[in-house]
């Protein structure tokens, strides 16, 4: 499958766990983004990856959330001590370097995450 | 006023008809638009980009820009019924450098 892979498809956590959703883009992609879309509302920008590097994160809540895109290994998004407001499906999405930017992102399948 | 705003619908269309989806954007700066579809429990896909001025086609799909008005729009010729979906617009903003501005979507149903 050449597609962004996330996993897992569903996470259940108990408040004050923490939760890490894996990304992997799309091969040739280098660039990453974190969507959150809470249930009845649009989804709305997190965090924008390169490898090794965070390029936009004004998306981050300022606590408990962070993201990392190493050089080996897929990106991931952790939630630190989750609250019953996380329960969200996130999304990540690619697009190809070069004129990265501007190019269309792919999203994955998502990760349905559920706070108990 | 919201970076990006679409009627949120429902949009009813009769199978075969054209369902027209509109979308209006704040920042003048914004360069990359883009439409996806998204069923309900599914992750959003990608149907058309469009980065200039006037009417892009594909297939059955056509985006229109007007940067002068701040308004994108899509047109589905010959809907079907498997085009029932929310339909979502995004924008890149000036300033961003990636980051996508997502409107709340419009909820098209496409009826037999």
């Known amino acids: 499958n050449a597609g962004v892979m996330q996993n897992p498809r569903h996470l259940v956590r108990r408040r004050g766990q923490e939760a890490r959703l894996r990304c992997s883009p799309m091969k040739g992609h280098s660039h990453v983004y974190w969507y959150r879309q809470l249930p009845e509302e649009g989804l709305k920008f997190m965090v924008y990856?390169?490898?090794?590097?965070?390029?936009?994160e004004s998306g981050m809540p300022k606590e408990r959330f962070s993201a990392e895109f190493p050089k080996e290994g897929p990106s991931i998004l952790r939630i630190q001590q989750v609250v019953r407001g996380d329960s969200a499906a996130y999304f990540c999405?690619?697009?190809?370097?070069?004129?990265?930017?501007?190019?269309?992102?792919?999203f994955g399948d998502g990760t349905r995450l559920s706070i108990l | 006023q919201k970076e990006v705003e679409q009627n949120s619908g429902p949009l009813s269309v009769p199978e075969g008809a054209i369902a027209s989806l509109n979308c209006t954007y704040s920042?003048?700066?914004?360069?990359?638009f883009f439409w996806y579809r998204q069923y309900s429990g599914k992750s959003p896909e990608l149907i058309m980009s469009?980065?200039?001025?006037g009417d892009k086609e594909d297939g059955r799909f056509t985006a229109q820009l007007n940067k002068a008005s701040q308004y994108v729009s899509l047109l589905i010729r010959d809907s079907q019924p498997s085009d029932s979906a929310t339909y979502l617009c995004a924008v890149k903003p000036g300033t961003s450098y990636g980051k996508l501005t997502f409107g709340q979507g419009t909820i098209l149903t496409v009826h037999p």
């Open positions: 469009i980065y200039s001025n």
């Open positions: 999405a690619s697009s190809p370097s070069g004129q990265g930017s501007n190019q269309p992102q792919h």
């Open positions: 990856l390169q490898k090794e590097n965070i390029i936009d």
């Open positions: 920042d003048r700066g914004s360069q990359s």
